[in-house]
């Protein structure tokens, strides 16, 4: 049994922002792997869209990002769900737009959804897709860019991809589905050898 989340925040405010593009990719895979008899169901018992696909389960939870983790334990305790076969996939705004990196356990690296998988599922050893939205920049001077401030950042995952970004984005999900389909079919290093 395999649970792949997508990380976002719930609500048509948030719908297009740069924290939102875990739930970006696994509508994707979801319109790639699913005919039109099946789509996502409303689970209100676990506050989650969830689409179960033989022992493929796909989550999108509704609990905004910094309660992802609470969502993710009611899957894991419902279908009993090893926490290394969880797969999350979400922003990460220290990789370039458009870098995917795959990886198995480690820290949160201030990313709130994964701070709260680990500390409820009680272990980091489940697996990231993390997704490159970059870090933004400030514009202080004509000539002269810098990174956002921490405090900036918050205001920035929830902004919008702009109009120049959106072929980036596009070919982000795309890849990054084609990687899950890969980890799937061919194993989680043939994915990480392929797109990290």
Not at 66 to 91: A, M, T
Not at 187 to 193: C, E, F, L, T, Y
Request: avoid cysteine.
């Amino acid at each position: 049994m395999n649970l792949i989340v997508g990380l976002g925040n719930p609500g048509e405010k948030y719908q297009s922002t740069r924290h939102n593009i875990g739930f970006m990719v696994v509508d994707k895979v979801l319109k790639d792997i699913a005919n039109v008899e099946k789509t996502w169901e409303l689970r209100k018992d676990l506050n989650t869209y969830l689409f179960k696909n033989g022992d493929l389960i796909f989550a999108k939870p509704q609990a905004f990002m910094n309660n992802s983790g609470v969502v993710v334990k009611r899957i894991v305790n419902l279908y009993k769900v090893p926490v290394e076969q969880i797969w999350v996939i979400h922003d990460d705004i220290d990789l370039p737009l458009g870098k995917i990196r795959i990886r198995t356990g480690g820290g949160s690296a201030g990313h709130h959804g994964i701070e709260s998988i680990i500390r409820e599922v009680g272990g980091d050893t489940f697996i990231r897709f993390r997704l490159g939205v970059g870090r933004g920049n400030v514009e202080e001077k004509a000539s002269s860019k810098q990174n956002l401030h921490r405090h900036g950042v918050e205001k920035y995952v929830v902004s919008p991809f702009t109009t120049h970004e959106e072929g980036e984005v596009r070919k982000l999900i795309k890849h990054t589905a084609k990687a899950i389909a890969i980890a799937l079919h061919k194993g989680i290093d043939k994915a990480m050898n392929q797109y990290n």
